[in-house]
């Protein structure tokens, strides 16, 4: 390649320029994560309400959410797809990328008295696994306050419907809970709007 | 419309904090270390500043744009379907002038690679330490035989978005139902694979209300095309008998046009409709063949490896202009290239070797507002079979949409399109 490049040069009279990438080196993270910002925001920050921002993303649920959809196990109407161009070790390094990415929620409109019985729904059944309002980054957990709530709603419809892997705790919780039940927990969700609350 | 006078122009460069250009080094404070210009302040190149400015916040970077606003093209068919305006897809350089990205607003003639410099119509003469290109599209008049620059203005492309949209969405409207609109698709390689057949859907989905004994004829210069098979089934299921495509090997290719009669001759035959759509043959934008950064296919070959051309120094282009490859000339990859691009250009301006390169496109196109199909794929640098420099698709990462998905598989992907178009646009001008 390296030749022919010489070769072409030397034809059109030009300089040979300052030599150009070495093709075997891993692609950087950050690179590859640049790729996935027309989806998913510039730096992960989407402004876009039906997909989902992956900035503050724990970098193990990152890892395993993509093994995931490589693998099939989860619901996906383009993930799936997305993730047959990559390697594991490529995921791990994006999810260094995203992980340190400060988390910002989405600036949504929300209704107050919903996201108020939210709330309580939330601190009832969700709260000893998405701990603190959902705003904490469990490690096999992205955070799910602060993300877009028409994405949490079709992320809703994947458990529900789609067989999405959930722990047993939460599938028992989650099947229990009325449509009305879930809209609030949405709307509680999409209420907390305080980058502040993010910052653990 | 492209041009605002002199007088104008200085009144935004001072309202607006737009960069008045000359004397170029003296609206510094400090000397910067390097200068980066992008000539195109379109999905590409507007990207690409962004980039550029946050990866090494110390590089003076300078957009040079022929328009005061930028009106994307992906979406522009979903105003002939009258679900968006074309105000909803314009863009102003408000927020990348405040990210402290400098824009020009005056077309670049040439770009100097020797002198490294851009020229512009308004006399402006802006050196650079690198040039980013990334000027998008021309057409080729009179490939199509009685089309050209002034042909344009009756019959429509509508492949540059705005006032091009505008006509051929009145055109449509003014017609009697019971019409016929041809559409002439191009030779490979073009802007937007799916664009004419997207396009297609949605003028039938206006039409299937408003005009519904009218139909839809593609005449077409190849014998296939992206997304065919999503296409030709969402076409019969939602518009059955509207939308007639004439392959190549059918007689679709176009030779010859005669505007006045809306009459379309191929080699053997000949074709009237009530509206027309002419999407012309393309090359890459005038300003890089007029600064010897094509080839002889009329596109701008590159080092895939970090897009430097393979024809000057210090120069790297970006988006639809560069030369045909494995990827598709699509906003999509305007955004990716731009973002190879930019990590290059940084690397390049701190001395340091540009890592491997990764690219990356997706694009949705609509069939109705509830049904949308998408083509994704990961590609990287590589040598093909012969040897050759190439792009090369990752795995069997490059895959469509699945052909049995459900209407609630398809209606999220109609919304995913969405927030696709609102992310992609925000990376460059949000
Ligand atoms: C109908 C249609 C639908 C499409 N739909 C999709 C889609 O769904 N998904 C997708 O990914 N892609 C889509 N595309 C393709 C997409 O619009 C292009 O691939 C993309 O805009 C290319 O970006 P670019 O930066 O290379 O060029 P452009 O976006 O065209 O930007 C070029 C910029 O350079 C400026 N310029 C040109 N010459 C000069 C000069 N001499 N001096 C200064 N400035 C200059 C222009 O004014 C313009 O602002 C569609 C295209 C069409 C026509």
């Known amino acids: 390649m390296r030749k022919k490049l010489l070769t072409a040069t030397a034809l059109t009279g030009l300089l040979m320029f300052a030599p150009g990438a070495s093709a075997d080196a891993p692609v950087s993270g950050a690179l590859l994560a640049f790729q996935c910002a027309g989806c998913h925001g510039f730096n992960g920050h989407s402004v876009g309400p039906a997909t989902p921002s992956l900035a503050g993303f724990p970098e193990e649920y990152f890892v395993e959410t993509m093994m995931a959809y490589k693998e099939g196990t989860r619901h996906a109407t383009i993930m799936d797809r997305v993730s047959w161009g990559y390697t594991r070790e490529q995921f791990e390094a994006m999810a260094e990328f995203f992980a340190a990415q400060p988390y910002l929620p989405a600036r949504q409109d929300f209704d107050a008295e919903l996201a108020e019985r939210g709330a309580a729904i939330h601190d009832q059944h969700c709260n000893s696994c998405h701990?603190?309002?959902?705003?904490?980054?469990?490690?096999?957990?992205?955070?799910?306050?602060?993300?877009?709530?028409?994405?949490?709603?079709?992320?809703?419809?994947?458990?529900?419907?789609?067989?999405?892997?959930?722990?047993?705790?939460?599938?028992?919780?989650?099947?229990?809970?009325?449509?009305?039940?879930?809209?609030?927990?949405?709307?509680?969700?999409?209420?907390?709007?305080?980058?502040?609350?993010?910052?653990? | 419309m492209a041009n605002i006078s002199r007088r104008k122009f200085i009144q935004m460069a001072g309202a607006g904090g737009l960069l008045a250009g000359f004397p170029y080094a003296a609206s510094w404070g400090s000397q910067p270390k390097a200068r980066v210009v992008i000539v195109g302040g379109g999905t590409g190149g507007a990207i690409a500043a962004r980039?550029?400015?946050?990866?090494?916040?110390?590089?003076?970077?300078?957009?040079?744009?022929?328009?005061?606003?930028?009106?994307?093209?992906?979406?522009?068919?979903?105003?002939?379907?009258?679900?968006?305006?074309?105000?909803?897809?314009?863009?102003?350089?408000?927020?990348?002038?405040?990210?402290?990205?400098?824009?020009?607003?005056?077309?670049?003639?040439?770009?100097?690679?020797?002198?490294?410099?851009?020229?512009?119509?308004?006399g402006q003469s802006i050196p650079y330490d690198r040039v980013i290109v990334a000027p998008g599209i021309d057409f080729q008049w009179d490939a199509i035989e009685g089309y050209d620059a002034a042909a344009a203005e009756i019959v429509p492309h509508a492949w540059k978005a705005g006032p091009q949209t505008e006509l051929l969405q009145n055109q449509i409207r003014a017609m009697d139902d019971g019409g016929v609109v041809a559409i002439v698709a191009p030779?490979?390689?073009?802007?937007?694979?799916?664009?004419?057949?997207?396009?297609?859907?949605?003028?039938?989905?206006?039409?299937?209300?408003?005009?519904?004994?009218?139909?839809?004829?593609?005449?077409?210069?190849?014998?296939?095309?992206?997304k065919q098979g999503l296409f030709q089934a969402g076409w019969a299921r939602h518009y059955p008998g509207m939308i007639e495509w004439v392959?190549?090997?059918?007689?679709?290719?176009?030779?010859?046009?005669?505007?006045?009669?809306?009459?379309?001759?191929s080699e053997f035959d000949d074709f009237?409709?009530?509206?027309?759509?002419?999407?012309?043959?393309?090359?890459?934008?005038?300003?890089?063949?007029?600064?010897?950064?094509?080839?002889?296919?009329?596109?701008?070959?590159?080092d895939f490896r970090d897009l430097q051309s393979t024809l000057a120094r210090n120069v790297h282009v970006i988006g639809d202009a560069m030369v045909s490859s494995a990827l598709p000339k699509s906003g999509y990859i305007a955004a990716s290239t731009?973002?190879?691009?930019?990590?290059?250009?940084?690397?390049?301006?701190?001395?340091?070797?540009?890592?491997?390169?990764?690219?990356?496109?997706?694009?949705?196109?609509?069939?109705?507002?509830?049904?949308?199909i998408s083509v994704s794929g990961v590609y990287e640098a590589g040598t093909n079979a012969e040897g050759q420099p190439a792009i090369l698709p990752v795995g069997n990462s490059v895959a469509v949409s699945p052909a049995g998905a459900d209407d609630s598989f398809q209606a999220r992907e109609a919304r995913y399109a969405a927030s696709w178009y609102d992310n992609l646009v925000d990376q460059g001008f949000g």
């Not at chain 1, 957990?141 to 999405?164: K, N």
């Open chain 2, 247 to 265: 392959g190549g090997f059918a007689g679709g290719k176009i030779e010859r046009v005669d505007v006045a009669a809306r009459t379309l001759y």
């Open chain 2, 272 to 302: 009237e409709a009530d509206v027309l759509n002419i999407i012309p043959p393309q090359t890459a934008g005038r300003v890089a063949i007029n600064s010897g950064l094509t080839d002889a296919s009329g596109w701008c070959p590159v």
């Open chain 2, 338 to 372: 731009a973002k190879v691009a930019a990590v290059a250009v940084v690397d390049h301006l701190n001395g340091r070797e540009p890592g491997t390169p990764a690219f990356f496109n997706t694009c949705y196109s609509l069939l109705t507002p509830q049904h949308s």
């Open chain 1, 131 to 200: 701990s603190e309002g959902g705003t904490f980054p469990e490690p096999d957990t992205a955070p799910i306050a602060g993300q877009w709530a028409p994405y949490l709603r079709d992320s809703f419809e994947d458990f529900l419907v789609h067989d999405r892997p959930q722990p047993r705790g939460m599938q028992r919780r989650l099947s229990a809970l009325s449509a009305d039940e879930i809209e609030a927990l949405v709307q509680y969700y999409a209420s907390q709007q305080d980058p502040a609350a993010y910052a653990h």
């Open chain 2, 51 to 122: 980039y550029v400015k946050a990866l090494d916040p110390s590089i003076d970077v300078t957009i040079v744009e022929a328009n005061p606003r930028y009106t994307t093209c992906f979406m522009s068919n979903w105003v002939l379907a009258e679900m968006r305006d074309l105000d909803s897809l314009t863009h102003g350089y408000e927020n990348v002038i405040a990210r402290g990205i400098n824009v020009i607003i005056d077309p670049a003639t040439t770009i100097d690679t020797e002198g490294q410099k851009v020229l512009t119509q308004g």
């Open chain 2, 187 to 226: 030779p490979n390689p073009f802007r937007c694979p799916p664009g004419p057949y997207e396009r297609a859907a949605l003028i039938a989905y206006y039409l299937r209300r408003h005009k519904p004994k009218s139909k839809i004829v593609i005449y077409d210069a190849k014998d296939a095309f992206s």
